[in-house]
């Protein structure tokens, strides 16, 4: 490689009577630096009070900075495709970012930091790249993160920046940068073996896995629903008689393709943050996504639409929450985030998130806003009231779901797992 400042190893000896030979060993090493989203709420980004003062109207990062703790990755030769890291003696299909500090460096708040372990590229290869979140799955790896041709240093820096679109450009000059080109690493001025780019919402939105129709069938087959009659049907009953009645269970075949449809037909063409419903006819039950449920998808990207938002959200969170809902007769749900690239934790990033805030029962007139009232209400029972209870219903229908992630709903009383004061979270599995 041209300027190469490889190593020259001992002089081999390859044999009795045969000519000795030079071996040129790079021994490059990469380490990548990704710097996550800063919250711009509460005044806490000055870049963004710069552009829109103290209007809370188009704030994205909220609550919960971003952090990607525990979000696989691989490291590949982009050219072959091989996975270089994790190194294959390790037998592992992908490697878990971990390591987090902080940072107030950037001049944009504060920021949580991952560092890669340094990664050894071999000889010949000559570009890497980087697939994160779902797209590090062998079975996918189709979007390719800063391809980039490796610098003969022995070993070169490369700082990613997650950021909102709109306030790359006061990023860059604020930090002495220029700006990248789209998903390309450029060199830092000034400093040698160091570069960087930039991670916005649209980088996202390409990186990220969007659910098609194939997806759908296969992560949620139809299936039979079953429910017992509502509460006050077996209360004029009397329970002797509808335990001796098994032929009043109701149940629905449900086609989740079709049952599915209208959420993933919903704002398309739209970055609109107005609340909106979706009507699931054959369950009987509405979908409202609240205002500014897409918030983070969409202020942190300069076209990012509400339906593509929604159809890298995973079936089965959709299906998971609409199964334990008609199970309990519960005919309106209220929604505040689904996918999301920059807020909070891996688990909305990839799609397996969904958060609720609000149950509706109308034959019960049973209406409950999910939010605690004080911190003395985390780990502790759910309320006792007719809708706390109800909520502690489908708490026991979630956990007992098979494809939902295990441990993994947050509630503001059982299971509260700081941010969740203001509704219940549902991780699903992701294969």
Known sequence: MTGSTATLADVMVSGQNMPTQQVTSLNRMVTFIIYCAPRDDQNLNPMYTAVYGHDVAHTAVTDSASYLTRMPYVVVDADTKKVIWPMPSSHKEYDAIQLVSSTSALHDGQRKVHTLPPIHIPDNVIRIALHVANDAYHYRRDFQLFPWTVSDAPHSKVHIYELRSDLKRRFIDANNLQTPPDNALVAKPNVTGEYYGCLDGDLWLRISHEFTNGDITRLCPPETLSRNPPASTQAQAGAAQQTAAPGNVEQVQ??????????????????????????????????????????????????????????????????????????????????????????????????????????????????????????????????????GQKLARIYQELIGDAEVMDGAVYTPWVNWVEPHDTHMHITVKDE
């Open 254 to 387: 449900v086609d989740w393709l079709t049952t599915l449809a209208p959420i993933y037909a919903a704002g398309e063409g739209s970055r609109s943050m107005a609340p909106f419903t979706v009507e699931i006819g054959n369950l009987g039950i509405t979908l409202t996504f609240i205002a500014r449920a897409l918030a983070n998808a969409v202020y942190t990207s300069d076209s990012i639409t509400v339906q593509q938002a929604l159809r890298r959200t995973s079936p089965r969170t959709f299906a998971a929450i609409l199964k334990a809902a008609w199970r309990l007769h519960i005919d309106k749900l209220s929604l505040s985030s689904s996918w999301r690239p920059m807020l909070g934790s891996r688990l909305h990033k990839m799609g397996v998130g969904l958060d609720v805030t609000e149950i509706d029962d109308s034959a019960e007139h049973i209406d409950f806003t999910i939010h605690n009232r004080s911190h003395a209400d985390r780990n502790r029972p759910f309320p006792t009231s007719t809708g």
